[in-house]
T-cell receptor, first 110, second 118 residues
Framework: DAKTTQPPSMDCAEGRAANLPCNHS???????VYWYRQIHSQGPQYIIH???NNETNEMASLIITEDRKSSTLILPHATLRDTAVYYC???????????FGQGTTLQVKP | GAVVSQHPSWVICKSGTSVKIECRSL??????MFWYRQFPKQSLMLMAT?????????EQGVEKDKFLINHASLTLSTLTVTSAHPEDSSFYIC??????????????FGQGTRLTVV
């Protein structure tokens, strides 16, 4: 079973920041938090991952709480092309094995 | 990011025939590949873990004799759906994790294969 809980859907205005929450209260010490997104009828796209420190790359920022029980993915300036299903996944970095939950459907609106 | 390629992107086959789907890691060596299946409006479901040079590990409820997996090299894994039936129609997706390049700590996904069995 997936180890994360995400809201099923969210809306965001184009140009505004999209903040996608994820709860992972049972995360263990050596597990990472991964974020992927899936645009309709395509394979999932890697966004970002982290262990305990906040991370930022060209796509997004990942904020992980100090107790690591939750995290937030931030898309700083959402565009219409960011409309997708966003998956928060907890897993070991050594295997690449990812168990997907239901994700959050983000709808970016003009 | 690392590139994983699937072929074909879509396939239509007759009921009772077999279909082979290829998954290739193009710029890194994939010691492990994973096969997922996704039905409409559902999330990805892990089917099996494919390890180079050894037998695949199947998730509970996945028939190993129906979904044959071969991982003969560090850059290629294949999934063969044998005696396909309409209920096998789905979106099949592979991912790869490996060594070297920038693939050490995350898995990269192929673009998926849409299988329709008629």
């Amino acid at each position: 079973d997936a180890k994360t809980t995400q809201p099923p859907s969210m809306d965001c205005a184009e140009g505004r920041a999209a903040n996608l929450p994820c709860n992972h209260s049972t995360i263990s010490g050596n597990e990472y938090v991964y974020w992927y997104r899936q645009i309709h009828s395509q394979g999932p796209q890697y966004i970002i991952h982290g262990l305990k420190n906040n991370e930022t790359n060209e796509m997004a920022s990942l904020i992980i709480t100090e107790d690591r029980k939750s995290s937030t993915l931030i898309l700083p300036h959402a565009t219409l092309r960011d409309t997708a299903v966003y998956y928060c996944i907890v897993g070991s970095s050594n295997t690449g094995k990812l168990i997907f939950g239901q994700g959050t459907t983000l709808q970016v609106k003009p | 990011g690392a590139v994983v390629s699937q072929h074909p992107s879509w396939v239509i086959c007759k009921s009772g025939t077999s279909v082979k789907i290829e998954c290739r890691s193009l710029d890194f060596q994939a010691t492990t590949m994973f096969w997922y299946r996704q039905f409409p409006k559902q999330s990805l479901m892990l089917m099996a873990t494919s390890n180079e040079g050894s037998k695949a590990t199947y998730e509970q409820g996945v028939e190993k004799d129906k979904f044959l997996i071969n991982h003969a090299s560090l850059t290629l894994s294949t999934l063969t759906v044998t005696s396909a039936h309409p209920e096998d129609s789905s979106f099949y997706i592979c991912s790869a994790a490996g060594t070297g390049g920038n693939s050490d700590t995350e898995a990269f996904f192929g673009q998926g294969t849409r299988l329709t069995v008629v």
